[in-house]
């Protein structure tokens, strides 16, 4: 099973970035899908998550400012991101919780992208 993240880059503060994640490989379902960010000298943290159902959690920094979707028929999870800060600057990673052959389920990432609001 991969996660391969794309979107991303270099935008000025107040603009707007989406990214996007597609699972592949052998996956049987996938479960919860979700975003992650890392800034330099911190820890992960989550920014938003989504069931299978569609049901949304987001950090409280980011609530009203991005929305995260799903098309379940691609396999890919979706981040839009607007009114982006400075402080939104990070790494960024997709995660999924995949139930593989033979029952299997256990959380992959990919391999993160980088989001950078500079004027």
């Known amino acids: 099973v991969q996660l391969q993240a794309s979107g991303g880059g270099l935008v000025q503060p107040g603009g707007s970035l989406s990214l996007s994640c597609t699972a592949s490989?052998?996956?049987?379902?996938?479960?919860?899908m979700g975003w992650y960010r890392q800034a330099p000298g911190k820890q992960r943290e989550l920014v938003a998550r989504?069931?299978?159902?569609?049901?949304?959690n987001y950090a409280d920094s980011v609530k009203g400012r991005f929305t995260i979707s799903r098309d379940n028929a691609k396999r890919t999870v979706y981040l839009q991101m607007n009114t982006l800060k400075p402080d939104d600057t990070a790494v960024y990673f997709c995660?999924?919780?995949?139930?593989?052959?033979?029952?299997?389920?256990?959380?992959?990432w990919g391999q993160g992208t980088q989001v950078t609001v500079s004027s």
């Open positions: 995660n999924a919780d995949i139930t593989g052959p033979w029952a299997s389920r256990r959380a992959y």
């Open positions: 989504i069931t299978s159902g569609g049901s949304t």
């Open positions: 490989g052998s996956i049987i379902s996938i479960n919860d």
